[in-house]
């Protein structure tokens, strides 16, 4: 049961930090675009993949403070803080298209994503609070949360590259702009209950 758990809360931080529009979101969807479907799953895939190297690397290193009370509340704080501030980032961000080039190869485009995601300041610290956001759900956080994580993401790069494709046509700035306030609303139902437990461990702690 803890296993499945460990999946389910990763998989929901990994919806959690890919859903949001930015630029790897824009480059997923340029890409189906200009390439077709197989381009957009490759460049999904090479996301997914960042994801489960930050995942893994907040994971060894976060998890061993999250098992101290006082670091924990602090910790779930400071991620409540971090999903608010994308949720405002993400309310005020214009959405808009890139123009593609020559197709890409599937290993191009899923190396290029690896390079974008990598190269995305905003990647590791939204991976962090929605890592830790998730873990703290659950009663023994473990080893498979990295590949609920990946399993999450991809299963949203994968959905948004079908979708894309399916609906190049009636695909506008509107609809993407209105998918990118549903999750900037859902970052910021997720930061709130972070808070709100941070404050409940630190009067847990101080009774």
């Known amino acids: 049961m803890s296993e499945m758990a ?8 990994g919806l959690s930090i890919a859903i949001p ?3 790897t979101s824009m480059m997923c969807v340029e890409r189906t675009l200009a390439d077709g479907m197989r381009a957009g799953m490759a460049a999904g895939l090479g996301v997914a993949t960042v994801h489960l190297s930050y995942s893994t690397i907040a994971l060894v290193g976060g998890m061993t403070l999250m098992s ?3 670091t ?3 910790l779930t704080f400071a991620a409540g803080l971090l999903l608010l501030y994308f949720a405002a980032r993400l309310w005020r961000r214009d959405v808009v298209f890139v123009q593609g080039g020559s197709a890409l190869s599937f290993r191009r485009a899923y190396c290029g994503a690896i390079c974008l995601g990598f190269l995305n300041p905003v990647t590791p610290a939204l ?6 956001a998730f873990a703290s759900q659950i009663a023994a956080p473990g080893g498979l949360l990295p590949l609920g ?3 999450g993401s991809l299963t949203w790069w994968l959905v948004l590259a079908v979708g894309v494709s399916l609906l190049r046509q009636r695909l506008n700035i509107e609809t993407l702009t209105l998918a990118n306030r549903g999750a900037g609303i859902l970052l910021v139902l997720l930061g709130i209950s972070m808070l709100a437990k941070s404050f409940e ?6 009774s």
Do not use: K, R
């Open 6 to 13: 460990c999946l389910l809360a990763g998989a929901g931080a």
């Open 21 to 23: 529009f930015g630029p």
């Open 68 to 70: 101290q009370p006082e």
């Open 72 to 74: 924990a509340n602090l």
């Open 127 to 132: 991976c962090a609070a929605s890592l830790t």
């Open 149 to 151: 994580v990946f399993a």
């Open 201 to 206: 461990g630190l009067i847990h702690l101080a």
